[in-house]
């Protein structure tokens, strides 16, 4: 009977996360999605990412016959995995059945179905996350925790920001927990000093399947942070006379990062784009952090930068349209053909997705997902005070979802840039911790309320 009642959840639970997709007429498209496509495909590794998410859509479009597979297989891998940490921090034969009901309030309410409903990498970030709760939480030694390890390494290594990013929370939480700042509970202390221990080898590992593609790509990344972050053009104020090439384009460097690296008309193409400014860029990459005063201009930009990402987020940041003779449709035509009809005659092909000046439905979309994580935050925050009234596993999984949306935009603030996309992947995190507990103090004052008084119990 718990089995059916689990496996009901998480069909219905599925089906809701493909929401936004089924909206749409199609799974959501990006800029990226045409890349990855031909990466998978190709079997080529691209210059500015790794090959993984690419072998995954192949394989999971069961070699082209169909891209549902990949929306599905990414809203699947969501479900199970909230389901199942809800099993874990709020006990009982109807915890499919919370975790079923919360995962469709945030399918209606929260950006999670926007990005399981897309084609990107970006719901592996929440994906590598919840299998990081579930290993601290409830899984025992065992083929399954092995599994688990499997899905940990192959959702780190869709996306060159996970490496940084989880290096980051998981080495925090290690010395949080060496510091006995948050308990071992469940488990020995030595139990999960080795699951932490595995997963930052793993997430050393997973360089091995992005090395050549960071290599290639990581000094114009963060060259195009330090240029929306403002350190760039105080530090050529300072080194200009040293003859750098970028120094003959200032005035024409664009605001932001994402335009310095993708637009054609930047200068960063006329220097000669990702293999051309390896060696000025990285030489003055050093040069920022060779003196006192340039590093603390990277320590200020970074904290800047943190708090413009912690509150942008979002959906429909770069759907665009993707008509015929563009780089995605060109892909989805060589290797889906048979999706390019579906395609043509979705939303987003209609160009229903595109934030535009008007108030339309993305921007009602917007705007909804703000206010459920403005409200979400207070609660959180009464649960963290609330702490002698939920299980230890329930005050260390919040303390642990904030922590990681904060290293979210760290990360990608100050390493990438600050756009509501990087920050709309996880934010949907927060109302789901909120849920779960808010689930464990009712649970926590029915049973208190169940128990008889003390004369009574003697």
Request: some cysteine; aromatic content about 12%; hydrophobic content about 50%.
């Amino acid at each position: 009977m718990q089995i059916t009642r689990s496996l009901i959840a998480i069909v219905v639970s599925t089906l809701f996360l493909c929401a936004a997709a089924f909206w749409n007429g199609f799974p959501i498209l990006y800029s990226d999605t045409g890349t990855y496509i031909s990466s998978g495909f190709g079997l080529e590794t691209p210059f500015d990412r790794p090959i993984t998410y690419g072998v995954l859509l192949r394989m999971l479009s069961l070699n082209g016959l169909t891209i549902w597979g990949a929306v599905i297989a990414q809203s699947l891998l969501v479900s199970g995995l909230v389901i199942r940490l809800v099993n874990w921090l709020v006990p009982s034969k109807n915890a499919p059945i919370y975790g079923m009901v919360i995962l469709i309030i945030l399918s209606l309410f929260s950006t999670v179905s926007w990005y399981s409903s897309q084609l990107i990498a970006d719901i592996f970030t929440s994906i590598s996350f919840l299998v990081v709760l579930n290993l601290f939480f409830g899984l025992k030694e065992g083929w399954k925790q092995a599994l688990f390890y499997l899905l940990f390494f192959v959702s780190i290594a869709t996306h060159m920001g996970h490496f940084s990013q989880f290096l980051a929370f998981l080495t925090l939480v290690l010395v949080a927990l060496w510091r006995n700042w948050i308990p071992s509970y469940p488990f020995k202390k030595r139990v999960m000093y080795g699951r932490l221990g595995m997963l930052i080898v793993l997430t050393g590992l997973s360089m091995l399947t992005m090395g050549s593609a960071l290599a290639k790509s990581k000094h114009a990344f963060f060259m195009g942070a330090m240029l929306e972050n403002g350190v760039l053009e105080k530090l050529l104020d300072e080194e200009c006379d040293q003859g750098f090439a970028i120094c003959e384009y200032r005035d024409e460097l664009p605001d932001e990062a994402w335009r310095f690296i993708w637009d054609e008309s930047s200068p960063f193409y006329a220097m000669g784009d990702f293999p051309g400014t390896r060696e000025e860029f990285n030489e003055i990459i050093n040069l920022s952090f060779s003196k006192p005063k340039y590093l603390a201009w990277h320590v200020e930009a970074s904290l800047k930068a943190t708090g413009r990402q912690l509150v942008s987020f979002g959906v429909a940041d770069g759907n665009g349209r993707f008509e015929k003779g563009s780089t995605v449709w060109n892909a989805m035509n060589d290797h889906l053909p048979r999706e390019i009809p579906s395609l043509e005659s979705s939303r987003q092909y209609d160009r229903e997705l595109l934030v535009g000046e008007e108030f339309g439905v993305v921007e009602a979309l917007n705007s909804l997902y703000a206010l459920v994580v403005v409200l979400s935050i207070p609660l959180l925050l009464l649960i963290v005070l609330q702490w002698r009234k939920i299980s230890p596993s329930v005050r260390r999984s919040v303390v642990l979802t904030l922590l990681f949306v904060l290293i979210n935009a760290w990360v990608n603030g100050t390493f990438a840039n600050a756009i509501p996309r990087l920050g709309g992947k996880v934010i949907w995190l927060l109302p789901m911790m909120t849920m779960i507990g808010c689930l464990a103090l009712l649970r926590t004052r029915a049973e208190r309320k169940d128990l008889p008084p003390p004369h009574e119990a003697t």
